[in-house]
């Protein structure tokens, strides 16, 4: 660091200067995952694309659900079984009904699958409980982060969310003048996260 000193009138005007590398190393760009905890209730209350109807049984009760792909099973102390199902038109508010275009049975059939996919985390929210991430990646006075994650710290959709927050930060360095070395390729490189953003954490995969 270097320090220049200049008189203006009855001032003096100090200025100083920090000298630093202008290569940083992939390495250097940190990323982590941590808890968020700034919603307090269930997914399903707290963002869209969790729409759905909790019917409440008997623990014992035998009622033809068994089998099916939305049965919860708890004892009575963890808030009782039921079973989940979900409205068509919830996935289609959703978005999630094909390319523009398509035939019905395309449209049928992505619209099966969003339900597929959801009813599976919704059952596995209300058995096992669920978590909140924040995925964060810093490099000096360079950060970017991602909160809101409906998934573990150490889930891979996480990791993947700290790894692109690592490629925006070294961005940032990039766009200022530095050069990042041993930067990993990257393939479609934001798509994912401004989505995230912009659907508001919906963590819903629609695929056609």
């Not at 009760?61 to 038109?89: A, F, K, L, Q």
């Not at 490629?167 to 003048?177: I, P, R, T």
């Amino acid at each position: 660091m270097t320090m220049t000193k200049q008189r203006v009138g009855d001032e003096m005007v100090v200025r100083t200067e920090t000298v630093e590398p202008a290569i940083v190393d992939w390495d250097d760009i940190k990323g982590r995952a941590e808890p968020d905890d700034c919603y307090s209730g269930a997914p399903w209350e707290e963002c869209d694309g969790y729409e759905h109807e909790f019917n409440k049984i008997g623990y014992y009760t035998h009622d033809g659900w068994e089998d099916s792909r939305g049965r919860v099973n708890r004892s009575p102390r963890d808030g009782g079984s039921g079973y989940i199902t979900i409205d068509d038109d919830d996935v289609i508010k959703w978005g999630c009904t094909g390319y523009p275009g398509c035939s019905k049975q395309v449209r049928a059939e992505t619209i099966a699958r969003a339900k597929a996919k959801t009813l599976d985390l919704l059952v596995k929210w209300y058995c096992e409980g669920w978590y909140e991430s924040c995925a964060i990646a810093e490099y000096g006075d360079y950060s970017d982060s991602v909160g809101g994650i409906w998934d573990e710290p150490w889930g891979d959709y996480t990791e993947e969310l700290v790894l692109e927050c690592r490629h925006n930060v070294a961005d940032q360095l990039e766009k200022d003048g530095y050069t990042v070395e041993n930067r990993p390729a990257v393939t479609n490189q934001y798509d994912r996260i401004k989505a995230f953003k912009e659907r508001i954490k919906r963590n819903l995969d629609c695929s056609q």
